[in-house]
């Protein structure tokens, strides 16, 4: 096979690594069928994280997103991203099941997850629960770096992987720490061990690599891959289509997407990102120090931020020192969520207090008891573990048990039996006061397609309140706008 085929990861990943989810409804549904004419094999669509933030900061209600934006694709398949699981503080898993079962109503049946251990004795449970929904799942293999993260690793990983028959497995580099150098020897290993299920890469811009990554992967026969659409892509984000479609043919390969079809696409998105003060994803430079403390770049803003608030932010780097020191006690997880943030919190204080481990979060405590999976209090180093867990709160959490709250005790909490399930998953994931401030801002704001330029011009010269009067003048056209004073 020489085809290359495609799964676009601008509408998810994009916007959650590079603008933070604060794309809008709007500016999704303005461009959305144009990109249903690429021919992508897949797009991943939407994120359970998106439940929180639409409604408690944008004001808009992410039901939305799915009944109106799975309407303008009729020739991509559409993927989910998340399962069956998240915050067990907060959340009951019961809400997570009426929130597929919802999803796969709007024609969703593909998702990708992961277990932040790479732990498929656990993820079996969860991708039989989402099979029984109507949901078939994508199982992520994610590469880290440390001494534990080996060869002999990722080939038993791939193993137990593919035992649990998935509907395919996703090789992911969240941090963009794999090389060419080590995917060219960890690649193969990979193919080998996961047998005849399909295999997918997915990689991350954070070192500027990825896109060599991703023409090695080429070579040796991975041509499932996962790209955005700029200026959505690069950065903390994925390949650009444009870039990865491009060497694949100059390797002879055929990439399977209309890249015609792609230009408009990119333009629309490079205006919204103007408009609305959205960051352009660029190639970032190398920066040896992300396989010290491989804190995801998302993640770093959100570091800074903290220490901002407390006049600290020259501390940035010390704190991502500390990342790396607390995430060798700890066994070296993979630092994806949750668990780089819970690393990334906890260093953030230890800088903060000046003593390490005088102060711990919640999730710290809960991490070292295994809540968050039982490497993480196997692996820790036991000196580590007793500072930790010699405290009150400590001893609160080691009789923790989840809610296990029934479908039915769930509608009760959020609401009682007149309450549907979407507005449910609502308020179980923002609150009702956030559904109930949402639901009062209205319809969302809309976007017009970057293919009316004009339209553009017209509204945006509108809205300058320093302009009185604005004259357009063209072979064949005149127009003119005037703002008159009804005082």
Request: glycine share 8%; net charge neutral; aromatic share 10%.
């Amino acid at each position: 096979m020489r085809e290359v085929h495609f799964i676009d990861t601008t509408l998810r990943d994009g916007n959650q690594s590079l603008w933070a989810l604060n794309m809008r409804t709007g500016a999704m549904l303005a461009i959305a069928g144009q990109m249903d004419q690429a021919g992508f094999e897949s797009m991943e669509f939407f994120v359970t994280a998106m439940f929180k933030k639409y409604v408690r900061e944008h004001k808009e209600n992410p039901w939305d997103w799915l009944r109106l934006g799975t309407k303008r694709f009729s020739k991509t398949q559409l993927r989910w991203h998340g399962g069956l699981h998240g915050s067990f503080e907060k959340i009951p898993d019961s809400v997570y099941h009426i929130m597929v079962e919802r999803a796969v109503s709007y024609g969703f049946t593909l998702t990708r997850t992961s277990n932040s251990w790479n732990d498929y004795t656990e993820f079996k449970e969860e991708i039989d629960g989402l099979k029984k929904i109507g949901m078939e799942t994508i199982a992520n293999l994610i590469y880290s770096v440390s001494p534990r993260h080996t060869d002999e690793y990722y080939a038993e990983k791939a193993r137990e992987a593919a035992a649990i028959r998935p509907y395919g497995i996703c090789f992911k580099d969240v941090g963009g720490l794999l090389t060419p150098e080590r995917a060219r020897t960890l690649i193969p290993i990979i193919q080998k061990n996961v047998g005849d299920v399909p295999l997918e890469f997915h990689g991350h811009c954070n070192s500027g690599q990825a896109p060599l990554c991703y023409l090695e992967a080429i070579k040796l026969g991975l041509t499932r891959l996962h790209t955005a659409v700029p200026p959505l892509a690069n950065g903390s984000s994925q390949p650009s289509i444009f870039n990865v479609a491009k060497n694949a043919r100059a390797l002879g390969y055929t990439p399977v997407v209309d890249e015609k079809a792609l230009e408009p696409v990119e333009r629309h998105f490079t205006f919204v990102a103007k408009r609305d003060g959205l960051p352009i994803g660029r190639p970032p430079e190398y920066d040896y120090s992300i396989y010290l403390h491989q804190v995801p770049g998302g993640m770093i803003s959100n570091l800074r931020h903290q220490l901002r608030l407390v006049g600290m932010e020259d501390k940035l780097p010390a704190t991502l020192e500390e990342c790396g020191r607390i995430r060798a006690e700890w066994g070296y997880p993979i630092m994806v969520t949750p668990l780089s943030q819970y690393v990334g919190s906890q260093a953030a204080i230890n800088v903060i207090v000046g003593e390490r481990y005088k102060e711990v979060t919640d999730q710290t405590i809960q991490y070292t008891l295994g809540l968050w999976g039982k490497e993480g209090a196997e692996l820790m180093e036991p000196n580590v573990k007793d500072k930790i867990l010699n405290r009150p709160r400590a001893r609160e959490w080691a009789g923790w048990q989840p809610s296990g709250l029934s479908i039915q005790e769930v509608r009760q909490k959020y609401g009682g039996p007149g309450v549907s399930d979407e507005e449910l998953v609502l308020r179980a994931f923002a609150g009702e006061d956030a559904v109930k401030a949402m639901q009062a801002a209205g319809a969302p704001r809309e976007y017009l397609s970057a293919s009316q330029p004009l339209v553009w011009l017209v509204e945006e010269l509108a809205s300058k309140k320093e302009y009185t009067q604005v004259y357009i003048r063209k072979p064949g056209l005149s127009l003119t706008l005037e703002k008159k004073n009804h005082a």
